[in-house]
């Protein structure tokens, strides 16, 4: 039984923090696209970013910012172009949008951190951000979290968001959390970013480790399409405003706080793999019996990542040899004999060996998987659909994918989606 509970505000939730997301310019669209959270003081501040040779501005600057100082107040984030690929024009234009920040913000720009997404070579269009610094900064809320939300997608059909609050002390603590992504999406830290707020007071070299091993369970584990972007971003802050004593090296505490982490970037990196650009299901691959956790999750992520696994489940296609083709060439080795595969409640494999089941009826599983999962399909390159947060429904009954490769203790867990006729429309066009 998990020890927090859900609760509303996303990442103005926790105690301590403001957020606000208008519309500067920035989109042809019309539709907002600046962003900013605000923690009323200095914050722990922790960060995973791209491993992508090619990187954008921001992720430079903030890699460079988190290496000298491990603190922050503020992540500002435009929508509309990624500030990729543009040389140092873009890393000028990146200092300059935390120094004007800074200055209307009154505090340093080295306590401003930053984030960026939209079209790959595209400099941020200077004049309307400059011109909506302050009316960002004048939005800013105690309950400004689903404008930011909404102020940072792109081609997401939803906007994704999340609070979690347990207690820790007989005090409570919360964590809150917003995210985008919907194509680009193979995390290897797509284009994906995600921010997260805390009020608990956590030591700097221990927040950034429970970040890496939630982003490990979490964003790392997801994928749409196989392609990692140039800037993703995973940017956390615990501020110490919950009053909580201070959490200094793993305990009993510190090991609640990273699970309702964990379970925050879970939820974020689930809701993006379900908005997968054409996607009609969420798929969840478990796999156990490897030899450790590492091994299992790249088996997992193998599975969900397969072209021909991804498209069989948007065919309604139980197509389990896909499934063990995937299973083989993810690089770990196991005995063929002891491959298991099951779909939802369905058998397919054991031993190694096929099984006798119910095709119409494992196909019709798929049909009803996806007919509870509906979501907005009016897509635009710029989202004009329906914006609103994707229910726990949908995230709570994917497909279900279970493969077993032997005795070992290893287990692990991937989410991806269909691959549907509705991706390649979106993406052939992208720039267009």
């Not at 919950?242 to 090296?249: G, H, K, L």
Request: hydrophobic residues 40%; contains cysteine.
């Amino acid at each position: 039984m998990n020890d927090w509970q859900e609760i509303t505000g996303g990442v103005t939730a926790p105690r301590g923090y403001r957020a606000a997301g208008i519309t500067a310019g920035l989109k042809a669209s019309g539709l907002p696209d600046l962003a900013l959270i605000v923690s009323d003081v200095e914050a722990i501040a922790a960060g995973v970013f791209t491993t992508s040779q090619v990187k954008a501005a921001c992720v430079d600057y903030c890699r460079q910012r988190l290496q000298v100082k491990h603190s922050a107040r503020a992540i500002l984030c435009n929508a509309g172009q990624a500030n990729a690929a543009t040389g140092n024009e873009g890393l000028l234009d990146a200092l300059e949008c935390a120094m004007l920040l800074g200055q209307e913000l009154n505090m340093p720009s080295e306590s401003i951190l930053l984030a960026s997404t939209g079209v790959i070579g595209q400099r941020i269009k200077m004049e309307p951000l400059r011109s909506g610094i302050g009316k960002l900064v004048a939005a800013l809320s105690e309950t400004g979290s689903d404008a930011a939300a909404g102020a940072i997608i792109t081609t997401d059909l939803v906007t994704k968001s999340i609070a979690l609050e347990t207690s820790i002390g007989d005090r409570p603590v919360r964590i809150g959390g917003i995210a985008k992504g919907s194509g680009m999406i193979h995390p290897n830290m797509a284009t994906m970013l995600a921010f997260v707020t805390c009020d608990a007071a956590v030591a700097p070299t221990l927040w950034q480790q429970m970040l890496s091993r939630a982003a490990d369970r979490s964003f790392n584990s997801i994928t749409v399409d196989g392609d990692t972007s140039t800037n993703d971003s995973l940017i956390a802050l615990a501020n110490g405003q919950s009053r909580t004593p201070a959490i200094t090296e793993m305990s009993a505490e510190a090991e609640k706080l990273e699970a309702m982490l964990t379970a925050v970037c879970q939820h974020l990196a689930k809701a993006i793999a379900r908005d997968g650009e054409g996607a009609t299901c969420l798929i969840e691959v478990q796999v156990t019996g490897a030899s450790n956790e590492q091994a299992a999750n790249q088996i997992a992520k193998t599975i969900a990542g397969s072209s021909l696994v991804k498209s069989a489940i948007f065919g309604r296609d139980p197509n389990w040899g896909r499934i063990a083709a995937a299973a083989g060439r993810a690089g770990i080795p196991f005995e063929q004999e002891n491959l298991e595969i099951k779909l939802g409640d369905f058998l397919m494999m054991e031993n190694g060996q096929p099984i006798p089941f119910d095709r119409a009826a494992a196909s019709a599983y798929l049909k009803q998987v996806a007919a509870n999962a509906s979501k907005p399909q009016d897509m635009s390159n710029d989202l004009s659909g329906d914006r609103s947060t994707i229910k726990a429904q949908s995230l709570d009954n994917p497909v279900i994918i279970a493969v077993s490769v032997g005795n070992g203790h290893g287990s692990g867990k991937a989410w991806g989606c269909d691959l549907s006729y509705d991706y390649v429309k979106i993406n052939a066009e992208y720039t267009t």
